[in-house]
């Protein structure tokens, strides 16, 4: 969460490590039992958020980054608890299938949304050709469950999970365009965003506290990896490093979370996964050379 200047290859690893603690998502949240969506986010981004925090005991003038413009409040809350409220609305209103589908959309609008970001070198073909490659692969992965229906009466839910996808690009690509604005702050917008799912909690869902110590760890774990720490990485990943390399590689999350839930026992092995993990690779390697041939500063 350093101000200090960092290397666009080692912010870029930086968001690969969100994506990587992205893929535990799904095995956190089987473990942590029937926690309510909107309870699991209150808890999960208030550890996340007092994370962020504890670096102001050692050097407190880094508290100085929470104040900031309404505008990157706007941008950090509406981001952060705009796409959880959407996309937990989504999932009660669409099938899980379904709504996680539509919702992995968001990789392939952040490579299509920084190309208007300044330097950016324009839209290159290889990141949209890996792009598509990648939501193919999901697309693949998701059809290979055999669960995939689209009923009608589950439109409102579509349109939830497909406006958090723009929610979600929105949000990473606007945090490239305030890279001035320390990581630090994603601190602050993590309470926020505790605060605001608490409130959503009590007027939506019934209380259900984790069941045993292997539950609480789930939700402790949760706050600290994929709702703490990798939203830190992933903002130093969107300011500093290559954004549309991240959006074409953010493909992998939903593939490396099948794979740990299958070592894990909580799903089958097929066909559909192997490849889905073949397209997926195949985009991100495009996209790859894509970086590397893209002219200075793109």
Known sequence: MSSRPISRSAATLAGFGAIALWSLLALFTAASGSVPPFQLAAMTFLIGGLCGCTVWIARP???????????????????????????????????????????????????????????????????????????????????????????????????????????????SVLSARVGQVPTDAVAGFCLATAALSLLCHLAFETTVWPADATQWSAVLLLGLGPVGAAFYLWDIGCKRGDVRL???TAYAAPVLSTLILVATGYARPGPALAFACLLIVAGALTAVRASRTAPKGG
């Open 61 to 171: 003038a880094r508290a100085r980054a929470l104040i900031q413009p309404w505008p990157v409040w706007l941008l950090g809350v509406g981001g952060l608890f705009g796409y959880h409220a959407l996309y937990f609305s989504a999932l009660r209103l669409a099938p899980p299938a379904e709504a996680g589908l539509i919702n992995y959309l968001w990789p392939l609008l952040i490579v299509l949304f920084s190309a208007r970001l300044p330097g950016s070198g324009g839209l290159r073909p290889g990141h949209l050709v890996g792009a598509l490659l990648g939501l193919a692969g999901v697309a693949t992965l998701f059809v290979g469950r055999g669960d995939l229906g689209f009923p009608a009466g589950a439109l409102p839910g579509y349109a939830a999970s497909f406006a958090a996808a723009f929610v979600w690009a929105g949000y």
């Open 246 to 248: 991240l959006g074409v």
